[in-house]
């Protein structure tokens, strides 16, 4: 509910202790409010509810289930469901947490930030430790292109057969999110 609403009806209730009209107080609000001001209707129904007793100027809380289930809560709940497991379907998450399937589906893409990649949610974007992870990395690999003028082209073949061959063939470990050769004791004997 806008917070300009209850200022209106709470000067509404003042208008209704100063014993002002109907048509007295709509032109005060008007005036005082311009284009956000409460319809006539409006300003009719709470001078009369005021007049009749009521006190309080916020809304009366409505039974049934609430206009929207995208709130806090549920978007915790939903990223933990998915951070147990990430091959969970949206509509095995809306069974499970009794949500609409819709909320789930913008809850994970819109507020949690997730992608649906080959049956699994992931996030879009690196976490800060995947960052540094990949920059520790590109470091060492810029390190050892700068200390070794043989490693950038053996850095090229290995992106031909793929990374992990690379690895392989250089005797390269990963380890910590860096890069450091691996020496075979039984190849240095």
Same mark, same amino acid.
């Given at each position: ?95 499970? &947490?009794?949500? $609409? ?6 809850? !994970?893409?819109?507020? /949690?930030?997730? =992608? #649906? ?50 690895? &392989?063939?250089? $005797? ?6 860096? !890069?450091?050769?691996? /020496?075979?004791? =039984? #190849?240095?004997?």
């Amino acid at each position: 509910m806008s917070d300009s609403r209850v200022k209106q009806r709470c000067a509404i209730k003042f208008c209704v202790k100063l014993r002002h009209s109907a048509t007295e107080t709509y032109s005060k609000i008007q005036q005082a409010y311009g284009d956000t001001a409460l319809s006539r209707a409006q300003v009719f129904r709470w001078l009369k509810a005021f007049s009749d007793g009521r006190n309080s100027a916020k809304d009366d809380i409505r039974p049934g289930r609430p206009s929207s289930v995208h709130n806090d809560a549920n978007v915790e709940r939903i990223k933990e469901l998915v951070c147990s497991d990430h091959c969970l379907s949206v509509k095995m998450i809306a069974e499970q &947490l009794q949500l $609409n399937p819709v909320t789930v589906h913008q809850i !994970l893409t819109v507020d /949690l930030e997730m =992608k #649906k990649i080959s049956a699994k949610f992931v996030p879009k974007n690196l976490t800060f430790k995947q960052k540094e992870k990949s920059r520790a990395i590109c470091s060492d690999l810029l390190e050892r292109i700068d200390t070794d003028p043989s490693f950038f082209p053996m850095l090229l073949l290995g992106m031909n057969h793929g990374f992990l061959s690379m690895i &392989l063939k250089q $005797n390269i470990k990963v380890s910590n999110g860096t !890069l450091q050769p691996h /020496l075979d004791p =039984k #190849k240095q004997e």
